[in-house]
């Protein structure tokens, strides 16, 4: 027995040396990225487009942002297999020619014959100072700040923020810019930006979008400083700023995209992990942004969204407090965001989530929103929730009402009735498609949900 457990923790060390990316390509299309994660489609829900579901070789796992799916690479085997940990760490040995397949038979029928494992080359990984912790809030303000007000913003980026129905106002106080390129001439402005207000130049270090290399360091007084650049990107900067006003990072609305490409990036450092000349630099993470209304019309009032262009919408049309989450699995800070917002302007009593009308075939969606409400439910009892509804023909997000003037079409309906209608229906379709709901056809939840949930509160 002693050899055979030796064996299992031989085969065990040379599956973990195995990337992610390796392990899921054998059951998945896996679109390589040299700059950032590596892309696939969800197997666990009806995924049609690349972007939800991440490798990260780096620390060997994967992560679907939709349906909350995550693991390493023996869980997603154990997951796509339906086997036991065991079975799923001797398939991949096999599959990767770690062991022979008389070798994995061997072991599940007891017999101690031939142990020898082939070994595995472990793949080269980033160094342990490629990627480091964010700085605090008050730097990360600073200095991305700094870097915002040594930009401008072209006129063409300006007509493209009116037409999402943004005023001259709401472009300058929000903050908006060109992105700018990396040039020698934009590093110059930027330092004696930062020198002028006292900022530390070498803490950029530690603010998502920021590298430096080796090559880029030189002594000063003793101490080895840095340059830090950034990758070049085109499009719009959107500042992301928490109930506090003060920026946490930075979106990307991209100019040019490709077809399975998403429209909004984020200032990020994360490529330092796949190039070796790179170091420093931190992951941008999804911090929520806050928008406060100019007026005081419905202080007590907050609207939840996803996007940062409908949560200005909101504000603007209703009066109240809007918070927006950047994807909508992404609000693990919410309750300290909440607490930010009842210290500038006094309690909430009552919480609306708009999320997209495309709610009705996205079941994942309506799983993350259950999350949600529980999550702030249980550090503010007494903040009513409810659920903004719409016809999606007349538009598939909030703002879209807005800009159309058809926000009378909105449904205020009670979320603890929403969930539970929406709940009734989950347990039926399991059973009667055998499959857990993330997997069954967005077209035919799209059916039950329209004719169980929706009819129900939009023909109230």
């Known amino acids: 027995?002693?050899?055979?457990?030796?064996?299992?923790?031989?085969?065990?060390?040379?599956?973990?040396?195995?990337?992610?990316?390796?392990?899921?390509?054998?059951?998945?299309?896996?679109?390589?990225?040299?700059?950032?994660?590596?892309?696939?489609?969800?197997?666990?829900?009806?995924?049609e487009s690349f972007g939800s579901f991440k490798l990260n070789d780096e620390m060997n796992i994967y992560k679907c942002f939709s349906c909350g799916e995550g693991g390493n690479g023996i869980r997603f085997v154990m997951e796509m297999e339906k086997i036991e940990y065991k079975e799923a760490v001797m398939k991949i040995a096999y599959m990767h020619n770690i062991v022979t397949k008389s070798q994995a038979e061997a072991y599940f029928e007891g017999v101690s014959g031939d142990t020898k494992v082939r070994p595995v080359e472990r793949k080269a990984r980033a160094k342990s100072d490629d990627v480091v912790d964010k700085a605090s809030v008050e730097v990360l303000d600073g200095l991305f700040s700094a870097f915002m007000d040594t930009c401008t913003l072209s006129d063409a980026h300006q007509e493209i923020l009116k037409g999402r129905g943004l005023s001259d106002e709401e472009i300058q106080v929000g903050g908006f810019f060109t992105f700018p390129?990396?040039?020698?001439?934009?590093?110059?402005?930027?330092?004696?930006?930062?020198?002028?207000?006292?900022?530390?130049?070498?803490?950029?270090?530690?603010?998502?979008?920021?590298?430096?290399?080796?090559?880029?360091?030189?002594?000063?007084?003793?101490?080895?400083?840095?340059?830090?650049?950034?990758?070049?990107?085109?499009?719009?900067?959107?500042?992301?700023?928490?109930?506090?006003?003060?920026?946490?990072?930075?979106?990307?609305?991209?100019?040019?995209?490709?077809?399975?490409?998403?429209?909004?990036?984020?200032?990020?450092?994360?490529?330092?992990?796949?190039?070796?000349?790179?170091?420093?630099?931190?992951?941008?993470?999804?911090?929520?942004?806050?928008?406060?209304?100019?007026?005081?019309?419905?202080?007590?009032?907050?609207?939840?969204?996803?996007?940062?262009?409908?949560?200005?919408?909101?504000?603007?049309?209703?009066?109240?407090?809007?918070?927006?989450?950047?994807?909508?699995?992404?609000?693990?800070?919410?309750?300290?965001?909440?607490?930010?917002?009842?210290?500038?302007?006094?309690?909430?009593?009552?919480?609306?989530?708009?999320?997209?009308?495309?709610?009705?075939?996205?079941?994942?969606?309506?799983?993350?929103?259950?999350?949600?409400?529980?999550?702030?439910?249980?550090?503010?009892?007494?903040?009513?929730?409810?659920?903004?509804?719409?016809?999606?023909?007349?538009?598939k997000g909030i703002d879209d009402l807005i800009h159309n003037q058809e926000t009378a079409r909105l449904k205020r309906v009670d979320m603890d009735e929403f969930m539970a209608a929406y709940d009734s229906i989950i347990e039926p379709l399991e059973k009667a498609y055998q499959k857990k709901i993330r997997n069954i056809d967005k077209n035919v939840i799209r059916t039950v949900v329209q004719e169980k949930v929706f009819k129900l509160f939009m023909t109230a």
């Not at 064996?7 to 060390?13: D, R, T």
């Open 181 to 395: 390129e990396a040039s020698q001439d934009f590093l110059l402005r930027f330092y004696k930006t930062m020198a002028e207000r006292g900022l530390d130049s070498q803490e950029l270090k530690h603010v998502p979008g920021f590298v430096t290399a080796d090559h880029y360091g030189e002594m000063k007084n003793g101490q080895k400083k840095y340059l830090y650049v950034f990758t070049n990107k085109k499009g719009i900067g959107i500042p992301v700023r928490n109930s506090n006003g003060q920026v946490v990072g930075i979106q990307i609305r991209q100019d040019d995209v490709d077809k399975d490409q998403k429209r909004y990036t984020w200032f990020s450092s994360t490529y330092a992990q796949h190039k070796n000349i790179y170091k420093h630099g931190t992951p941008a993470g999804a911090p929520l942004h806050t928008t406060y209304s100019n007026g005081e019309r419905f202080n007590n009032v907050v609207f939840i969204t996803e996007g940062i262009f409908k949560s200005i919408a909101i504000s603007r049309h209703f009066g109240s407090t809007a918070i927006s989450l950047q994807g909508v699995g992404n609000f693990q800070e919410i309750v300290e965001e909440l607490n930010g917002i009842e210290k500038k302007q006094g309690e909430i009593k009552y919480i609306f989530v708009a999320h997209d009308a495309d709610m009705v075939e996205n079941v994942n969606v309506f799983l993350h929103l259950k999350k949600l409400v529980n999550q702030i439910k249980e550090a503010f009892p007494h903040i009513k929730f409810y659920n903004a509804m719409w016809d999606e023909s007349y538009g």
């Open 1 to 47: 027995m002693k050899k055979k457990a030796t064996f299992f923790k031989s085969v065990l060390e040379e599956v973990k040396k195995i990337s992610i990316t390796d392990i899921v390509e054998e059951y998945v299309t896996v679109k390589r990225n040299p700059y950032s994660d590596n892309d696939a489609h969800c197997p666990f829900h009806a995924d």
